[in-house]
């Protein structure tokens, strides 16, 4: 016997409740001095730690770092440019029609108060 557990493909795989700092770094593909250091840079992301002080994150903790790492490596964010994504909730959540729907309307109110100054200064008869 060679001492290889077999898993048994009809049982399904149970979830865990918590993740190890290495199984998040594991799934994220950073390694984890990057995962703590993100802890100090994102207020979102806070791990709840066991009595030894090791780090146990959740199931949110890994959909949240999934999207840190997506916007630094793959988006090519800054951290603080990262950050503000999170904090106003603009990451892949929001569809992209909705986003540029919301810049068009900026860009055009912008305009429309630009066209409103040059008619009140006089300078130049813009229609």
């Known amino acids: ?3 290889v557990v077999e898993r048994d493909a009809r049982v399904p795989q149970l979830k865990k409740l918590y993740y190890s700092i290495s199984e998040a770094a594991e799934h994220t593909g950073v390694p984890p001095h990057v995962l703590r250091y ?3 840079e994102f207020p979102q992301l806070h791990p709840k730690k066991g009595r030894g ?3 146990m994150y959740s199931e949110r903790d890994l959909g949240l770092l999934t999207k840190i790492q997506d916007l630094l490596h793959n988006k090519k ?9 999170l904090e106003l909730g603009l990451d892949d959540e929001m569809p992209q029609q909705v986003v540029e729907a919301d810049i068009l309307e900026e860009v055009k109110s912008e305009l429309r108060s630009i066209l409103q100054l040059l008619e009140t200064s ?3 008869a813009a229609r």
Do not use: Y
Not at 77 to 85: E, L
């Open 1 to 3: 016997m060679s001492g």
């Open 38 to 40: 993100w802890e100090s």
């Open 53 to 55: 002080g090791n780090r």
């Open 77 to 85: 964010f800054t951290i603080a440019g990262a950050r503000k994504q």
């Open 122 to 124: 006089g300078r130049g």
